[in-house]
């Protein structure tokens, strides 16, 4: 059946010209005027403000179609919200290719250097309810659509390039584990509680994953400094069919951020929509973010003799290894129309790909491209998702499903079937149509894994080692809160006798923060752990941070009086580094500088916590920062950025406001800058580009 996606953009009621909506809705007039009130049936409305009734202070009447319609509907309005991550945020953009693939696959996507196709992506969180926060300690999802000439291209992955499990039988025990605990209800959108870590305790192939999330990769500054994954190996095929596998990355033009677990738990409550609102301001003043495509690829011999299975999903390939060729480029330019039509409606299944694109043997993935499609026909309603227009291919569509819930494009005329005789409809194309890679496979049918799945410890290893520091610190400090959370004991010591088999540091620091009497016996492993694993730059996120201080946010402190030649100077140096500048004040109206001029605030102190930028500046007048020395959140503001290795710019003024934040002379280091007099603010910004003073932790950590 034919694509009706291009439907007239106008059509008349009434005398009036209406523009139709993204959804086909009229909600305005070509002219722009005001348009009538219709109900769903287009009659127009005369009251939509009283029911009818008998008598003003009569009941309402059965009869009232308006109100009945407009109250049925609303009852309506929910579906289903996705049972993993079902918070989520998506934005439109294009891939363009950049590098031909086309001696590894027929995709035309992946061949076509200069093609630019249509993409929509949805970032998520995975254990939340759709009303939960934004920074929970959580696995990011990535998952792209890509509305290519041959079809769209699901590419469903998260920002953490290895999963917690094995195989797709274990999916819902893991989210069960993982999501509230079913007699009470909580808690929500976090994996510190026992049901978690009893089951990944007792799942010792999680040990890998665990690593990766209890990193700051599971706490992002930013849906736009996360990396992408693909996660499973696939295999790009010719048209010859020859088949080479690959692993697809998607790399931040933008460098990899994160904040700290304490910043996180503050942002969950000055600002719930924290990643929203910032992928909703950088693309709507035209900060587009921006991801390479990565592609590692590799032969069977190379399979064949890697010390991992390639078809396990709890491991990884090293950069270091097979190196990832950038070969496009993903960028987000445009949010939505409706969060609803668009970001709840998409509808992303694994199964979605196209020719030149084919799956592994992955037991995950394997699994995976049954749920997808599953679960979008329980959610969404029907078989019929396709065609609501964000899971619409763009290029042209012909076949015979027809009818089922909300049909849109049925066949037209007498043909619903082929082969027939009437000469219409589509037929099949053996050039062009989809051909699976003809793999051979044999073996008995049996319910085991490939023997090289059974080591747990090797990779998890590897990714600690490759760590910096400070990271590894972090990842300390989170093993020893989550299982702080934990009220039994035994889960506790279960999760330090894996992590023995990782790195005998750290779990003896997890077992000292957790006050454990004695250091358990290393969980015996099912294979020998190999230790000589090189430590390996990229799984670091700090050794990947951005070259500039562009497209952070910087908060600066102001009251009356603040010295504007120094403010204007700081937003001449910001602005040449492309770092975004928000007013914190007294009041939002604003404040009046030294030179006379009244500027307005971006934000109340009140609501304005240091925790919702990458730095700050503290630059009030004397009188100002008297005022603010008796105003907690004011204190509060100090304190945070210190605790938090921010950079604090500073004038002389606020030295006493540094002081009240509990920064005194001793402790100025260098993360605390004077700004002095000087007009040339870009040393300070200069000097942000670290994003982190990280050796002030080393005072700030002590138990
Ligand atoms: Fe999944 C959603 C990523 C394993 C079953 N998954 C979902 C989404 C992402 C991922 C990003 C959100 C899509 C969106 O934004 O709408 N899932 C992954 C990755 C996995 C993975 C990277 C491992 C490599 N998932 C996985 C397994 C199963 C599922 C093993 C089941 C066997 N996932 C689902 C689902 C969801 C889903 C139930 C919920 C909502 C949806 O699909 O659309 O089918």
């Keep these: 059946m034919a694509n009706d996606l291009e439907a007239a953009d106008r059509v008349t009621i009434n005398d009036q010209t209406f523009q139709r909506g993204p959804q086909g809705a009229t909600h305005q007039t070509a002219r722009g005027e005001t348009p009538t009130l219709t109900t769903q049936q287009g009659v127009p409305v005369s009251d939509d403000q009283n029911s009818l009734k008998a008598g003003p202070r ?122 509230q605990e079913p007699d009470r209800g909580f808690p929500q959108a976090q994996s510190a509680h026992d049901n978690f870590w009893d089951f990944a305790s007792l799942s010792p192939e999680t040990t890998h994953m665990l690593m990766w999330v209890m990193s700051d990769r599971a706490i992002p500054r930013s849906f736009r400094f996360i990396e992408g994954f693909g996660v499973h190996t696939f295999r790009l095929v010719t048209a010859e069919g020859k088949s080479t ?100 409606q998409v509808a992303f299944c694994t199964q979605n790909i196209v020719p030149g694109i084919d799956f592994t043997n992955d037991p995950l993935l394997q699994g995976r491209n049954f749920s997808y499609l599953d679960t979008q026909t329980k959610r969404l309603g029907g078989p019929n998702f396709t065609h609501i227009p964000i899971n619409a291919p763009k290029c042209p569509f012909h076949n015979f499903q027809q009818d089922g819930h909300m049909a849109m494009h049925n066949p037209k005329g007498r043909v619903n079937y082929e082969p027939n005789s009437w000469g219409g409809g589509p037929r099949e194309n053996p050039k062009t149509g989809y051909v699976p890679f003809a793999e051979e496979v044999r073996g008995p049918k049996t319910r085991e894994r490939g023997e090289l799945f059974a080591d747990h410890y090797s990779q998890a290893r590897q990714f600690y080692i490759s760590q910096t520091k400070p990271e590894q610190m972090h990842i300390k400090n989170a093993f020893v809160f989550e299982l702080s959370k934990c009220e039994h004991p035994v889960i506790r ?159 002389d003024d606020a030295t006493a406001l540094l002081e009240r934040g509990g920064i005194g002379a001793g402790d100025h280091d260098g993360g605390i800058l004077p700004l002095g007099k000087a007009a040339d603010m870009s040393h300070f910004i200069t000097a942000c580009r670290a994003l982190r003073f990280w050796p002030r932790e080393d005072k700030t950590h002590t138990v």
């Design 245 to 344: 596998y690959v692993k697809f990355h998607w790399k931040p033009k933008q460098g990899l951020q994160s904040v700290v677990w304490n910043e996180a738990v503050k942002i969950n409550g000055a600002d719930p929509d924290f990643h929203r609102r910032d992928l909703w301001d950088a693309i709507t003043s035209g900060n587009y973010p921006e991801w390479e495509l990565g592609v590692q690829l590799f032969d069977d011999s190379f399979a064949d003799k890697f010390d991992f299975d390639i078809l396990d999903a709890t491991k990884l390939i090293p950069e270091e290894i097979v190196p990832v060729r950038r070969v496009g480029r993903l960028v987000l330019d445009r949010m939505v129309d409706n969060f609803f039509a668009e970001t709840e």
């Design 493 to 651: 010591s279960r999760v330090v006798a894996h992590l023995l088999n990782v790195d005998q540091d750290l779990a003896q620091n997890v077992a000292k923060g957790l006050g454990l009497d004695a250091l358990p016996e290393a969980a015996p492993p099912a294979r020998p752990v190999v230790s000589t694993l090189p430590a390996s730059d990229p799984l670091s996120i700090l050794k990947n941070g951005p070259t500039s201080f562009a497209g952070r946010k910087l908060g600066v402190l102001v009251t009356d009086g603040t010295d504007a030649a120094l403010l204007d100077a700081l937003k001449a140096a910001a602005d040449a580094e492309g770092t975004i500048i928000e007013l914190v004040a007294p009041s939002v109206g604003g404040v009046v500088l030294s030179d006379g001029n009244k500027i307005p605030a971006g934000q109340k102190i009140v609501g304005a916590p240091s925790v919702l930028y990458d730095a700050v500046v503290l630059l009030p007048s004397k009188d100002g920062a008297d005022l603010l020395l008796n105003e907690a959140t004011a204190r509060d503001f100090v304190a945070d950025a210190f605790a938090h290795a921010k950079f604090i710019g500073y004038v």
């Design 58 to 179: 009569g009941p309402v009447v059965l009869e009232d179609f308006h109100l009945r319609e407009k109250i049925f509907h609303f009852d309506h309005e929910r579906i289903p919200e996705r049972v993993v991550h079902a918070r989520g945020y998506g934005a439109h953009g294009f891939f363009e290719l950049t590098d031909s693939l086309s001696e590894y696959t027929r995709a035309s996507v992946l061949s076509k250097v200069g093609q630019r196709v249509p993409a929509f992506v949805r970032f998520s969180t995975v254990a939340g309810n759709k009303g939960s926060f934004d920074l929970a300690r959580d696995v990011r999802g990535f998952a792209v659509k890509l509305y290519t000439e041959e079809g769209n291209w699901d590419l469903v992955g998260n920002n953490i390039p290895v999963f917690f499990i094995q195989d797709a039988i274990k999916f819902p025990d893991m989210v069960h584990a993982v999501k």
